[in-house]
């Protein structure tokens, strides 16, 4: 261990702290309205980790010097972070949006039950499956803004444990609901190559068991929903009408940048074509959700500077846990690191057993919804549902209660089918 590698894992565990008091600061917000766009700024979660990954570079340049300092930061890859943002902005686009919107209400209609309640369990259970197509992040895009107007408002009495509770299976489903192909979870691409996993042998091995636990995860919480969604507002104005074409194009940019997910120079020029084309053609557009991305990105970024330091004590963690132990030690140790990371971890070790390969993947995806930072989808989601929450803001504490019931059922379902 050296001097860096010691500095680096305190800086980590100060940014976890971090990570865990941002409601705090948000109240204090509230006590010292003075300081409150300082405390405010604190108590953004999107800002943790790329404000303590500034702080690590600067005590890299301090011990190593600013040049090894600014070598460290570009031998990182960003091609995550990249991906994340532009796939938010996208995704999040009124005519991918409401094409997406339209498919639900249709399948949503032909259920004979509330059609309101029906739409419910559709973006918590067929939405995360489709993110084994269209990507994690993309799903929880779509997931959270369908969602956000039917739960996570503060103006419908919706009790903030229910909140939570739907919080937490959307997280845990989106996950586990990416198991289905080799490219679209960011912990299974981690080793999809080194192993030769392909989508085949992911949906065999992974993709059934995932999809039957975010059924139950989906239909217990929409349960305790039930009398809490009510009827659509029989005075919302309809949504003005998008010509097909423009559906279209924006539906093709997505399957480009799912496409090209790990080429950034070619997402990013198709990313620069689509403002473009959103510019040209305003009048079918909602404003950008350009900011919420760019915060995202920020976290993922900071994840990644702050992470590159921390494998001298991660993988001998990983390398010494038996079958069974690796299991559950991936589902915690995912909760404060990051479920990509720990995989790409494990896919250094030389030797592991296919039993051992498939319990580290399989505790990572089921202990992806316990925290902010166990999976890249879910900054995207704080991001796009925090100002639903008391404080504006999602509780660390909130999250891992509502996430702990689904994510046991992912393990069970993961672990013993």
């Not at 995932?210 to 309809?238: C, E, F, K, M, Q």
């Not at 132990?325 to 990509?340: H, K, M, P, R, S």
């Not at 929450?389 to 509780?395: V, Y």
Request: glycine share 8%; hydrophobic share 60%; aromatic share 10%.
């Amino acid at each position: 261990m050296t001097d860096l590698q010691l500095i680096a894992a305190i800086l980590f565990a100060l940014a976890l702290a971090h990570t865990f008091a941002t409601k705090s600061f948000e109240r204090l917000a509230d006590r010292f309205p003075r300081h409150a766009g300082l405390w405010h700024f604190f108590g953004e979660v999107e800002v943790v980790f790329g404000l303590w990954a500034f702080i690590l570079i600067i005590a890299i340049a301090f011990v190593s010097g600013g040049e090894q300092a600014i070598a460290y930061a570009e031998s990182r890859t960003y091609t995550e972070p990249l991906f994340v943002f532009v796939i938010m902005v996208v995704a999040a686009s009124k005519p991918v949006l409401e094409s997406i919107r339209a498919a639900i209400a249709a399948l949503a209609s032909l259920v004979p039950l509330r059609t309101p309640l029906v739409r419910v369990w559709l973006c918590l259970a067929m939405v995360p499956l489709l993110g084994s197509l269209i990507t994690e992040p993309a799903a929880m895009t779509l997931a959270a803004l369908m969602l956000g107007p039917q739960i996570f408002r503060q103006d419908r009495g919706m009790p903030e444990w229910i909140k939570y509770a739907a919080l937490g299976v959307l997280f845990v489903n989106i996950s586990i609901g990416g198991t289905l192909t080799s490219f679209a979870a960011p912990p299974v691409l981690m080793v999809a190559a080194a192993w030769h996993w392909d989508s085949a042998f992911m949906a065999a091995t992974f993709g059934w068991k995932a999809a039957l636990a975010v059924v139950i995860n989906a239909t217990a919480v929409t349960i305790l929903l039930r009398r809490h969604v009510g009827a659509d507002d029989p005075h919302a104005a309809p949504a003005a009408p998008i010509p097909l074409l423009v559906s279209a194009i924006h539906l093709l940019f997505l399957a480009a940048v799912v496409g090209f997910a790990h080429h950034p120079v070619i997402f990013m020029g198709l990313f620069m074509f689509f403002l473009g084309f959103t510019t040209a053609y305003e009048q079918y557009q909602n404003p950008l959700i350009l900011k919420q991305g760019l915060l995202v990105g920020f976290f993922l970024a900071g994840l990644v500077v702050l992470g590159g330091m921390q494998q001298w004590w991660l993988q001998p963690i990983v390398s010494s846990l038996e079958p069974g132990a690796l299991f559950l030690g991936a589902t915690a140790l995912t909760a404060v690191t990051d479920n990509a990371a720990l995989t790409y971890l494990g896919s250094l070790i030389a030797g592991m057993s296919d039993e051992a390969k498939y319990m580290l993947v399989a505790g990572a995806v089921a202990g992806g919804g316990l925290t902010v930072i166990a999976n890249a989808p879910n900054p995207a989601g704080v991001s796009l549902l925090r100002d639903g929450f008391a404080d504006e803001s999602i509780g660390v504490a909130g999250l891992l209660a509502g996430a702990l019931p689904p994510t046991l059922v992912a393990m069970a379902a993961l672990f013993f089918l």
